[in-house]
């Protein structure tokens, strides 16, 4: 049963909150969240479209937790004041989300690829032409995507802080999965629960991220952060292709899967999440997640953490100062802290 009373209906308490609780953009460039709310706007768009081909995670969570995103917009609504929240997703994905359409004012846009980013779902749903150098906000419309309305739901509601991160792993792997694990999770460590063809490994690249805008990471060294929506499996060929057949941003997500020769990854269809929180064991946690600046470590190596402790501290300053763009850091889980360097921490349980 969802709890149905937010902690505080105070805007400058709830802004404060998603600092607190170290709330970003769950994907891109990992916005700090509270920012977006210390002037709100009129209209609240929550962006369901994953485009980028092969993304499934954020409808599958929307779906699931339909009562909690009922909740927290509802009460976005009352505390900020918005009069109109619109939640924009793919025609493609109109069965889908079907059964929400009487809980929700679901706007479907063409299943382009649209880059899945502010301003083409802002233009596609509210016409407003957002120039290169500008953003919604400027133009009254406030966006996030739907787990970082669910990480408000958690802070709001909860009282919880971001420790957690739901993230598509598909690609030449065993199986294709949506995962919930702990923010720090080994990128090794999914790839060794997901199943990789170890045969032929030594010509597999992973993209943190999907094949458009993904960046390629090293797979011994690379950890899930808070931006993390996918870990895209596939062959080295792929950054050539990309390059040299240049996908547009104005086709349709299987001509661009075709082009780059990965369309078989389009089609799954994943019917639950793979909770396996409990069984990460070690964590590293990067003290920069988010666009701004990085929060500065509270821990020393050999000290003991909670779950929910407050390991990394944000940037002290004025919340509109947009020098201190920062937030907190939290551990994911009860552990030892096993190391400290400038960038990250590491953590195990």
């Known amino acids: 049963m969802a709890k149905t009373e937010p902690l505080t209906r105070d805007p400058q308490e709830v802004v404060r909150l998603f600092r607190e609780m170290g709330l970003v953009g769950a994907g891109g460039a990992g916005f700090p969240t509270y920012y977006k709310y210390l002037k709100p706007t009129p209209i609240l768009i929550v962006n369901a479209e994953e485009g980028e081909p092969g993304f499934q995670a954020n409808k599958l969570l929307l779906v699931n937790h339909a009562e909690e995103f009922e909740l ?58 957002i120039p290169p150098d ?27 802080p971001v420790t957690q991160k739901y993230l598509n792993v598909y690609g030449e792997v065993a199986e294709p999965r949506v995962y919930l694990a702990p923010v720090g999770t080994y990128v090794m460590d999914l790839l060794g629960m997901t199943g990789v063809n170890t045969k032929n490994s030594h010509n597999l690249i992973c993209i943190d991220g999907g094949p458009m805008m993904g960046a390629r990471v090293n797979v011994g060294e ?11 499996v596939t062959d080295r060929g792929l950054f050539k292709r990309r390059d040299e057949t240049r996908p547009t941003w104005n086709e349709t997500l299987p ?20 909770d396996v929180t409990s069984k990460i064991k070690r964590v590293k946690l990067y003290l920069k997640q988010c666009t ?34 920062s937030v907190n850091l939290h551990a994911p889980f009860n552990g030892v802290v096993k190391e400290v360097t400038k960038d990250y921490l590491v953590i195990e349980r």
């Open 72 to 129: 927290i917009l509802n009460a976005l609504k009352e505390i900020f004041r918005f009069e109109r929240i619109y939640i924009g997703a793919k025609e493609k994905d109109r069965e889908k989300l079907a059964p929400l359409e009487k809980r929700f004012n679901i706007v479907y846009t063409p299943s382009l690829y649209g880059m899945g980013e502010e301003r083409w779902l802002t233009k596609a749903i509210t016409g407003i032409q």
């Open 134 to 160: 500008k953003y919604p906000p400027a133009f009254g419309v406030t966006v996030n995507n739907v787990e970082t309305v669910y990480n408000m739901y958690r802070a709001l509601f909860l009282g919880k």
């Open 222 to 232: 690379a950890a899930v952060r808070k931006t993390t929506n996918g870990l895209l």
């Open 255 to 274: 001509e661009i899967m075709r082009k780059l020769g990965i369309e078989r990854y389009l089609d799954w269809e994943p019917k639950e999440v793979q």
């Open 292 to 325: 701004g600046q990085a929060s500065g470590a509270l821990v020393k190596e050999g000290d003991r953490v909670e779950e929910g402790q407050l390991i990394g501290q944000a940037v002290e300053g004025e919340l509109l100062d947009f020098q201190c763009l």
